[in-house]
């Protein structure tokens, strides 16, 4: 009976009562982003896990291992980005069926990784390799810092601050489905404009861009009081967010930064932009909050990427809902989850 079955919400709550969370080092532990604890330099510590598992994560024949490599480092850096720190050191883990161990799939894997590794000075320190019957899965562990004191937890949150995503929506849903459908990424030479448009869709499903540089700014000018990553979808990371916070939210769908091409390509397609926009997970886009007093503070464009308001946090006795033009109605989480 599917109705009894326990969720990975439900399991991950049990697991926090089941632990202290009492150790004075310890600033956040089960629960958010990341977890932080405090050095004596001045300090803390942010760590991070993430498992990709083959047939339920990706898929091994639509995803080059070089993309695969690059995004179980990515999702992990979307984490420590969510905490308003920095990622230094990434340690991975790799369990492979033998007829993938005999050909460069491993190699590849680590030259996607590597690269993204390098892009933001994170150093490969370790990890394990082991053997599976059949699936491919791969650990990818994170560690990064921040000063004492200022990462960014999913529970800062207060009524009447105004709610932030950075880049754009639906793109990594709008991929997936078309992926299912039998779409390739194109040869890069022989890319035409449309193809061009499928690839920039296709890519933000195969090789998500984790917001580093908004993550380091947002920490540590002290600028957002809540932060949480998208990997589940908007509905789902917004309602962890106010429920952390012990808050709600007014979002504005007008405001929605959906990307253009999902909107041109996918209303073609039958696929409806504002579901994929508000539902679908792994945009690894960064939504935050930020004191009205704040807003002026924040910088237009990190890295090239702009960032959108999209509404305010409101108490928690008003819920978290969403207008369309006069219409306003509850937005329920309906994202991504595992069990
Ligand atoms: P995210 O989507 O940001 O990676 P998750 O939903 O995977 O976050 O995890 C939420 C929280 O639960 C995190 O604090 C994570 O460390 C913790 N968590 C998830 N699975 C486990 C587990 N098996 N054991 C201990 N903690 C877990
Ligand atoms: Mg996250």
């Excluded at 959108?308 to 991504?336: C, D, F, N, V, Y």
């Amino acid at each position: 009976m599917t109705e009894n079955r326990r969720s990975e919400f439900d399991f991950i709550n049990a697991l926090r009562q089941r632990v202290p969370s009492t150790s004075q080092s310890l600033i956040a532990g089960i629960g958010d982003d990341a977890a932080v604890v405090r050095n004596t330099a001045g300090k803390d510590t942010v760590i991070t896990a993430d498992l990709l598992v083959e047939d339920i994560d990706f898929r091994r024949t639509t995803t080059p291992p070089f993309l695969l490599g690059h995004k179980a480092l990515a999702v992990s850096l979307s984490d420590i980005a969510a905490m308003g720190s920095r990622p230094v050191w990434s340690v991975v883990c790799v369990g492979v069926p033998e007829d993938i161990w005999q050909t460069d799939f491993v190699d590849r894997l680590y030259d996607g990784l590597l690269q993204l590794a390098n892009r933001y000075g994170v150093q490969l320190i370790g990890g394990d390799t082991s053997r599976t019957t059949e699936n491919i899965v791969i650990d990818s562990i994170v560690v990064g810092e921040c000063a004492a004191g200022t990462s960014v937890l999913r529970k800062g949150a207060s009524a009447g601050d105004q709610i932030f995503v950075t880049g754009s929506l639906g793109g990594a849903a709008a991929g997936l489905r078309l992926i299912e459908r039998g779409a390739h990424l194109a040869e890069q030479n022989l890319a035409d404009e449309d193809s061009q448009k499928l690839d920039h869709i296709l890519l933000r499903q195969l090789r998500p861009d984790p917001r580093v540089g908004w993550g380091i700014v947002l920490g540590e000018e002290h600028i957002a009081t809540s932060m949480i990553d998208l990997s589940d979808g908007l509905s789902s990371d917004l309602n962890n967010l106010c429920t952390a916070s012990g808050v709600g939210a007014l979002i504005d769908s007008s405001l929605l930064p959906i990307d253009e091409t999902v909107i041109e390509l996918c209303g073609r397609r039958a696929l409806d932009p504002l579901q994929l926009a508000l539902h679908g997970g792994e945009d690894f886009e960064l939504l935050f909050t930020v004191k009205p007093a704040d807003v002026a503070r924040l910088p237009r464009r990190v890295d090239g990427v702009g960032i959108k308001r999209i509404g305010e946090i409101t108490s928690a006795s008003e819920g978290i809902r969403i207008s369309e033009g006069a219409r306003i109605w509850e937005l329920k989480p309906g994202g991504w989850k595992h069990f």
